[in-house]
């Protein structure tokens, strides 16, 4: 059980959201919560307050009689729950929620606790809005998308629930729970926030450090494969640079090497004064796909750690407005929902996760081109040659899927349209930014399933089964439990996808 208390970690919020634990909502909170609510009633009572007795956006102009103010934020919840295209994935819609609880918790938000108290049971009984992937441009925060789960809140729209797409009243009936009532400004602090940014923000973040894991075991393999030598990846080399990701990535490699029998010392042999021959037949040094990992996968690895410290900064602040201030006893209005800190951070992701995927894809074509590799026949060809093709066709799938990274990590952070007649003339795009950034790294577990195919496959021709580390014969189990030993030709879709499912769920 994790308490809503002053601060939420990102551990426990993956918690939360991967781990299925039960949320609870502390005295603290509910404290906070109510104080925020209480003052906001009073403090508005003749004044005007942005979305309490004033319309929205660029007709906040317009006073709204007390009489409609409650219609009001009814209204803006139903005319904005105009999203399309793909649902989230109940997982990102499930962190969205958690991530607009944690905010609205702060106390800056003038909400009445019964929205605290509902959002805590859509967590824990594990009821996700239905809530689409095209909507919201990210700068008066993700207004489409946290719309339907405002629509939810009030017993309308639809939720995934037990796996099923079903009306929210259904599901409501079933479980004895009861829609909020909208109050003073439930609506609007509902829906002006980053928290669908940021919940798939966490969920890109928390597949990311698995990406980076398993390109890591990877390419540690390769190296075992071609039996390179070791200083590629030791301290003394990597310690000459400063960059902690590249001395950690290193670190972790000659962890997960540490007991391999293929790997090998300079010093054995190139440098043991014994090679007389003027040409060379072993490699003096490996290809770059081999060579640099530490290079390429340490910017990945800071890159990650940049992005999960944004975030957690991210879901721990009020990012809607106005904001509530009981302590000051006033109301400031400003643009806390503005999404550029996420959307820069999405674009930085999808950046490294597809270098990561591109390091995954040279190093394929190296174990895949027999004139690279000289150790493996062409394809990774068990079979016949020229009457079986190996791994020559599942290369095609992982080129083009790497070629589609590679066009999707231009930049969304720039792509800013003004809008909503020009009251919102530069916005962030966070939520496309945080959408887009998913397709990369499910592009990146599929590149990496062949990958790990074709290196299973090349151990086995190598007869290396027992000769690669502890680490890489676990996984190279696991793979082989999936798709075992083939030299006749076969349908490979099935076993790439089972491969990728089990990179994800480990």
Known sequence: MNTINEYLSLAEFESIIFGNNKVAISDVVLNR?????????????????????????????????????????YNLIRSHSSGTGKPLSPVCA???????????????SGVHPSVIHLMAELINRDITPLIFEHGGVGASGDLVQLSHLALVLIGEGEVFYKGERRPTPEVFEIEGLKPIQVEIREGLALINGTSVMTGIGVVNVHHANKLLDWSLKCSCAINELVQAYDDHFSAELNQTKRHKGQQEVASRMRENLSDSTLIRKREDHLYSGENTEEIFKEKVQEYYSLRCVPQILGPVLETINNVASILEDEFNSANDNPIIDVKNKHVYHGGNFHGDYISLEMDKLKIVITKL?????????????????????????LGTLGF???????????????????????????????????????VSMGTNAAVITSKVIENAFEVLSIEMITIVQAIDYLNQKNKVSSVTKKWYDDVRNIIPEFKEDQVMYPFVQQVKDYLINS
């Open 33 to 73: 919560v109510n104080e925020s609510f209480n003052f906001l009633k009073e403090f508005s009572g003749n004044k005007i307050i942005y979305g309490v007795n004033t319309g929205f956006g660029p007709m906040a102009q317009y006073r709204i009689k007390e009489s409609d103010q409650i219609q009001l934020q």
């Open 94 to 108: 499930k962190a969205a929620i958690l991530a607009r609880l944690n905010t609205l918790s702060l106390g800056n």
């Open 357 to 381: 995927t591109m390091l995954a894809e040279r190093q394929l074509n190296y174990l895949l081109n027999s004139k690279i590799n000289e150790i493996l026949p062409p394809f990774v060809n």
């Open 388 to 426: 079986n093709f190996g791994m020559q066709g599942v290369q095609f799938t992982a080129t083009s899927t790497t070629a589609e990274s590679q066009m999707l990590s231009n930049p969304m952070y720039v792509h800013s349209i003004p809008n909503n007649n020009d009251n919102q003339d530069i």
